[in-house]
Nanobody
Framework: QVRLVESGGGLVQPGGSLRLSCAASGFTLAIGWFRQAPGKEHEGVSCISSSDDSTWYSASVKGRFTISRDNAKNTVYLSMNNVNPEDTAVYYC??????????????WGQGTQVTVSS
């Protein structure tokens, strides 16, 4: 089973930028990013395929976030630009795209906290 470790979160001002990392212990067909804001359900925000590097973004982050991968480092990045307070959440990466999340999936990692505040 592939282990994924998120990092890179922190406090950022509105309009600022941040880059999250997801380090994988092995190969996965895809890497997805989810986030969970306080009191809300997990929300899928982005995904990248390992086969063709195709990407997907939710409407709430499209045009502001960019997902990319470094195969040599087995790491996927989520570059967040022009962030706003609604981006405040714990961010998690998964070995599947949001539309492939098992209905009973509960094996979230430790995540990385992103707080957007002035």
């Amino acid at each position: 089973q592939v282990r994924l470790v998120e990092s890179g979160g922190g406090l950022v001002q509105p309009g600022g930028s941040l880059r999250l990392s997801c380090a994988a212990s092995g190969f996965t067909l895809a890497i997805g990013w989810f986030r969970q804001a306080p009191g809300k359900e997990h929300e899928g925000v982005s995904c990248i395929s390992s086969s063709d590097d195709s990407t997907w973004y939710s409407a709430s982050v499209k045009g502001r976030f960019t997902i990319s991968r470094d195969n040599a480092k087995n790491t996927v990045y989520l570059s967040m630009n022009n962030v706003n307070p609604e981006d405040t959440a714990v961010y998690y990466c998964t070995p599947f795209c949001p539309w492939r999340k098992p209905i009973d999936f509960d094996s979230w990692g430790q995540g990385t906290q992103v707080t957007v505040s002035s």
